[in-house]
C-alpha cells in the first residue's frame, strides 16, 4: 500500500536560516510526489510536484525538492526561511487509477524565529 | 484553470441535523472527485472516492450511511453528513480529478463543520 513518512512533527529554524523538510514515501510503481502547504484554518496550496525527469524540482516561494529513488525520499528545501513560511507542510504521493488519489503524509510544522 | 470550489466555507449546525458540502470544479470536468477530513492538527485522511455517475468508494472505518456523498455530474459533488453529532465537527476538504490521464488533483478551499 502507498503511503508517506514524515518524521518530524514540527521544526522550528530561525528567520534567513536554510530549511529542509523530510519526506520519504513508499509506492510500487513510478510516484508521483508533491508538496502543499497550509496556513492555519485555511485549505491547501500546491508548492511543487515531480512526475517524472528532473529530479530536482522548483516551487513557487522559493522552495525546491529533489527527487532520490534509492532513498525514496523527496525532501523539500528553501535556502533562505521567511516569517511568512510559517505553516504545515505535507508530502503526499498521488496514487491510483481511475482518478487520482491522493494519499499525504503527517505533516511538518514549521515555526520560524525571529 | 483547475479551480475547485467548496461551499460553504464554515457551517454550523444543530445536532442531530443534516448538512450538506458542494464542491464543484470550474473550469474543467472531473470524473472522479475525492473528500478528505482532517481534525485539528492531523493529516487529510481520505474518506472516499466517487466517480461520476456511480456510487463512492468509501475508505475503510468510513460511514458510508452518515457520509453520503453524491456525484451526479462532471462538475459538482455533494458530501452530506447526516445526523450530525458534534464527534463530526472537522474541516472537509475536496479535490477533483480529470481521470485516467491527468497527473494532478485539485484541492478545494476546504468547508469548517462545527456541530453544536
Known amino acids: 500500500a502507498q503511503s508517506v513518512t514524515q518524521p518530524d512533527i514540527h521544526i522550528t529554524v530561525s528567520e534567513g536560516a536554510s530549511l529542509e523538510l523530510r519526506c520519504n514515501y513508499s509506492?510500487?510503481?513510478?510516484?508521483?510526489l508533491f508538496w502543499y502547504v497550509q496556513s492555519p484554518g485555511q485549505g491547501l496550496q500546491l508548492l511543487l510536484k515531480?512526475?517524472?525527469?528532473?529530479?530536482l524540482v522548483q516551487g513557487i516561494k522559493g522552495f525546491e525538492a529533489e527527487f532520490k529513488r534509492s532513498q525514496s525520499s523527496f525532501n523539500l528545501r528553501k535556502p533562505s526561511v521567511h516569517w511568512s513560511d510559517a505553516a504545515e507542510y505535507f508530502c503526499a504521493v498521488g496514487a491510483g487509477t481511475g482518478g487520482f488519489k491522493t494519499i499525504f503524509g503527517a505533516g511538518t510544522r514549521l515555526f520560524v524565529k525571529a | 484553470g483547475a479551480v475547485v470550489s467548496q461551499h460553504p466555507s464554515w457551517v454550523i449546525c444543530k445536532s442531530g441535523t443534516s448538512v450538506k458540502i458542494e464542491c464543484r470544479s470550474l473550469?474543467?470536468?472531473?470524473?472522479?472527485m475525492f473528500w478528505y477530513r482532517q481534525f485539528p492538527k492531523q493529516s487529510l485522511m481520505l474518506m472516499a472516492t466517487s466517480n461520476e455517475g456511480s456510487k463512492a468508494t468509501y475508505e475503510q472505518g468510513v460511514e458510508k450511511d452518515k457520509f453520503l456523498i453524491n456525484h451526479a455530474s462532471l462538475t459538482l459533488s455533494t458530501l452530506t453528513v447526516t445526523s450530525a453529532h458534534p464527534e463530526d465537527s472537522s474541516f472537509y476538504i475536496c479535490?477533483?480529478?480529470?481521470?485516467?490521464?491527468?497527473?494532478?488533483?485539485?484541492f478545494g478551499q476546504g468547508t469548517r463543520l462545527t456541530v453544536v
Open positions: 473550469d474543467f470536468q472531473a470524473t472522479t
Open positions: 479535490s477533483a480529478s480529470r481521470g485516467l490521464m491527468n497527473t494532478e488533483a485539485f
Open positions: 515531480y512526475f517524472s525527469g528532473d529530479t
Open positions: 509506492y510500487g510503481a513510478t510516484p508521483y
